[in-house]
Structure formats: structure tokens, C-alpha cells
């Protein structure tokens, strides 16, 4: 009987130290996570987008842990120096990546550090859709009359992006390869004089990030045609989805966190309650809104799928563009 009773309290004792060591989170050094201020590297320059984003999500952790979320900003190299960074850290969560769909489709163009396997997925954390524009001299008033306009005249029509394999030359990639349609690419070094042309009319599509929707609306020169979320979205009011003429369109800007690949479970699933509980907050939601963000948050689990069928999804336009090989042969990327 005193022996049972003394396994009881034994088992007993062991269950609570159990508990009590998975309620504090212990980074392995006997202390609770976060400990130490936390570092998050954007991979672009102060005032960008993501770094906007990162620093309203960051602000928000910081009030949850009481610990500074430092913002390291690593541009350069379209993110391969950010993720070069993050695969250096050490796997204790207290290094963070607040990356992009750029980057995912960079690491796919050198085959180095690619984000669905060499990095701990954290959370799915905020999403922009992208827009169709034409020039409203165009004689087009939906999309569908737009591809109808394009197919008439195959290899004649231009549509402009803001550099070869960025995020509006991919957009325009996708849809005219689902449209089936054959247009002539020309890439600019930047935004601002896409927009300049397609305004004056010298190209005739341009799929740009739906923040800049009220530069183009401004001018009264151009036509929104479409925005490539599946549904409609408060982001591009009263744009009808491109799916609506193209059936499963979907293009999704994107901002995900990661961690250093092997980071603990119970670190990962820390960070990720918390980020998820703050993206919750109407507080947060209200904020990325206003920079053209819409929040998220998902499970690890979610997110690591999420990366692994736009991986899939980009490598496949990408091998038919020629920029990377085809599966199963060897990279000629050092």
C-alpha cells in the first residue's frame, strides 16, 4: 500500500515538473522564451513594405514578451543575403526572417536556401493581391474583352514589369499563359516608370501590387481590370477576382516568418501562438491594412504547405522560362 501510494506521488511529482518545464518554454539555458531581445531580418530597406510590416507585427510581440524585437535589415541580393543570415543563426528562436514571395522565387532562381526546406516555417503572417491594368485608351472595358483584344493580335501587345522575374513580370507570366495568350515582355528598372508608360500608353498591361492602386486611379489614364485574389477584396474595391474570367486564378503577395532550420517545437510553437494571437488583434488588422496588407496567421504546418506548393507552383513557370533546369538535372548555379 505505502509502496503504491509512493509511485502515486512519485508519478505524480514527475507529471507536474513535466508540465512546469513545457509551460515555461525553456530555450535549454533553464530560462523562459524569449529571454533576450529577438532579432527579425527583412530583406529589404527601411520603409519598404515588408519592412513596414515587420515592424507593425514586431511591435506587437514586443508588448506580448516584454523583449525588444530588433529589426535587422539585410537587403540585397533579392534576399539571398537575408537568407544567408538566417541560415548562419543559431536555431534557438531568437533570429527571425520576415521574407516575401521574392524571396522564395530568388532561391529558386540560384537554388540556394530554399524556404519549404532549408528553414523552419513559423506562420503565414499577411497577404497583398496584385492588379491587371491597361490604359483606358484601350478599347476594353473588362478582362475578358481585354484577352479577346490580346488573342487578335498575337506578339503586338506589351505589357511592362518592374525587372525580369519579379513578382509583375510572374503576375503577367500566369496569366497569359492560362489565358493563352502571346504578349511581348519588356522589364524596367523599377516601378515608377512603368507606371509612366502605361499611363501614356506605350504598353499595354502591367500587374503591380494593389497598394499602388490609387496612383494609377488617380491619373484617370488607366483601367482596372482585374485583382487576382479569388474573391473580391476591400484592398481593390469594386475590382472584380481575375478568376471570374479565368477560373483557380489565384496570385497571392505574401509575408511569411520563419525560423533557422532545427529550431525546437516547442520554440516554433511559442512564436507562432503569439504572432497569431496579435494578428488577430483588430489593433494589428487595422494597421497592415492601411499598407495594403491583409493579416493571416496559420499553424507551422499550414504555412510549410503554403511554401511548398508556391515553391512547386514558381519553379515550374520559372523551368519553362528557362531560368532554372529542368527537374532532375544539376543547377549550373555555384
Given at each position: 500500500?505505502?509502496?503504491?501510494?509512493?509511485?502515486?506521488?512519485?508519478?505524480?511529482?514527475?507529471?507536474?515538473?513535466?508540465?512546469?518545464?513545457?509551460?515555461?518554454?525553456?530555450?535549454?539555458?533553464?530560462?523562459?522564451?524569449?529571454?533576450?531581445?529577438?532579432?527579425?531580418?527583412?530583406?529589404n530597406t527601411p520603409g519598404s513594405a515588408p519592412d513596414v510590416v515587420g515592424r507593425l507585427v514586431g511591435a506587437k510581440l514586443t508588448e506580448a514578451w516584454g523583449q525588444q524585437i530588433v529589426i535587422d535589415n539585410r537587403p540585397g541580393a533579392t534576399g539571398l543575403i537575408a537568407a544567408e543570415t538566417l541560415a548562419r543563426a543559431a536555431p534557438d528562436g531568437y533570429t527571425l526572417w520576415l521574407n516575401t514571395m521574392t524571396q522564395l522565387i530568388s532561391t529558386l532562381?540560384?537554388?540556394?536556401?530554399?524556404?519549404?526546406?532549408?528553414?523552419?516555417?513559423?506562420?503565414?503572417?499577411?497577404?497583398?493581391?496584385?492588379?491587371?491594368?491597361?490604359?483606358?485608351?484601350?478599347?476594353?472595358?473588362?478582362?475578358?474583352?481585354?484577352?479577346?483584344?490580346?488573342?487578335?493580335?498575337?506578339?503586338?501587345?506589351?505589357?511592362?514589369?518592374?525587372?525580369?522575374?519579379?513578382?509583375?513580370?510572374?503576375?503577367?507570366?500566369?496569366?497569359?499563359s492560362m489565358a493563352g495568350i502571346n504578349l511581348v515582355h519588356v522589364p524596367y528598372k523599377g516601378s515608377t516608370i512603368v507606371l509612366s508608360d502605361i499611363v501614356a500608353g506605350r504598353i499595354h498591361a502591367y500587374c503591380p501590387a494593389a497598394p499602388s492602386l490609387p496612383a494609377f486611379a488617380q491619373t484617370g489614364k488607366v483601367r482596372t481590370l482585374g485583382v487576382t485574389y479569388q474573391k473580391p477584396t476591400p484592398l481593390a474595391p469594386g475590382v472584380p477576382p481575375v478568376a471570374d474570367t479565368l477560373p483557380?486564378?489565384?496570385?497571392?503577395?505574401?509575408?511569411?516568418?520563419?525560423?533557422?532550420?532545427?529550431?525546437?517545437?516547442?520554440?516554433?510553437?511559442?512564436?507562432?501562438?503569439?504572432?497569431?494571437?496579435?494578428?488577430?488583434?483588430?489593433?494589428?488588422?487595422?494597421?497592415?491594412?492601411?499598407?495594403?496588407?491583409?493579416?493571416?496567421?496559420?499553424?507551422?504546418?499550414?504555412?510549410?504547405?503554403?511554401?511548398?506548393?508556391?515553391?512547386?507552383?514558381?519553379?515550374?513557370?520559372?523551368?519553362?522560362?528557362?531560368?532554372?533546369?529542368?527537374?532532375?538535372?544539376?543547377?549550373?548555379?555555384?
Amino acid at each position: 500500500m505505502r509502496r503504491a501510494a509512493s509511485f502515486a506521488s512519485l508519478m505524480l511529482a514527475f507529471s507536474a515538473m513535466a508540465d512546469a518545464v513545457q509551460e515555461t518554454t525553456s530555450t535549454g539555458s533553464g530560462h523562459a522564451f524569449p529571454s533576450r531581445p529577438v532579432r527579425m531580418i527583412v530583406s529589404n530597406t527601411p520603409g519598404s513594405a515588408p519592412d513596414v510590416v515587420g515592424r507593425l507585427v514586431g511591435a506587437k510581440l514586443t508588448e506580448a514578451w516584454g523583449q525588444q524585437i530588433v529589426i535587422d535589415n539585410r537587403p540585397g541580393a533579392t534576399g539571398l543575403i537575408a537568407a544567408e543570415t538566417l541560415a548562419r543563426a543559431a536555431p534557438d528562436g531568437y533570429t527571425l526572417w520576415l521574407n516575401t514571395m521574392t524571396q522564395l522565387i530568388s532561391t529558386l532562381q540560384y537554388q540556394r536556401h530554399m524556404l519549404a526546406k532549408e528553414f523552419a516555417p513559423v506562420s503565414l503572417v499577411a497577404s497583398t493581391p496584385f492588379v491587371i491594368v491597361v490604359p483606358a485608351s484601350l478599347p476594353v472595358k473588362s478582362l475578358a474583352e481585354w484577352i479577346a483584344y490580346a488573342k487578335a493580335r498575337p506578339g503586338q501587345l506589351i505589357y511592362g514589369s518592374g525587372g525580369q522575374w519579379g513578382s509583375s513580370h510572374l503576375c503577367m507570366e500566369a496569366l497569359t499563359s492560362m489565358a493563352g495568350i502571346n504578349l511581348v515582355h519588356v522589364p524596367y528598372k523599377g516601378s515608377t516608370i512603368v507606371l509612366s508608360d502605361i499611363v501614356a500608353g506605350r504598353i499595354h498591361a502591367y500587374c503591380p501590387a494593389a497598394p499602388s492602386l490609387p496612383a494609377f486611379a488617380q491619373t484617370g489614364k488607366v483601367r482596372t481590370l482585374g485583382v487576382t485574389y479569388q474573391k473580391p477584396t476591400p484592398l481593390a474595391p469594386g475590382v472584380p477576382p481575375v478568376a471570374d474570367t479565368l477560373p483557380g486564378f489565384e496570385l497571392l503577395g505574401w509575408y511569411g516568418l520563419q525560423a533557422p532550420l532545427h529550431t525546437p517545437s516547442h520554440i516554433v510553437s511559442r512564436i507562432n501562438l503569439d504572432l497569431v494571437k496579435a494578428l488577430k488583434s483588430p489593433e494589428l488588422q487595422e494597421r497592415l491594412f492601411a499598407v495594403g496588407a491583409e493579416a493571416v496567421g496559420s499553424t507551422p504546418a499550414e504555412f510549410g504547405t503554403f511554401l511548398q506548393k508556391e515553391t512547386e507552383r514558381w519553379a515550374k513557370v520559372l523551368r519553362q522560362g528557362g531560368t532554372i533546369p529542368a527537374a532532375g538535372t544539376k543547377p549550373d548555379r555555384e
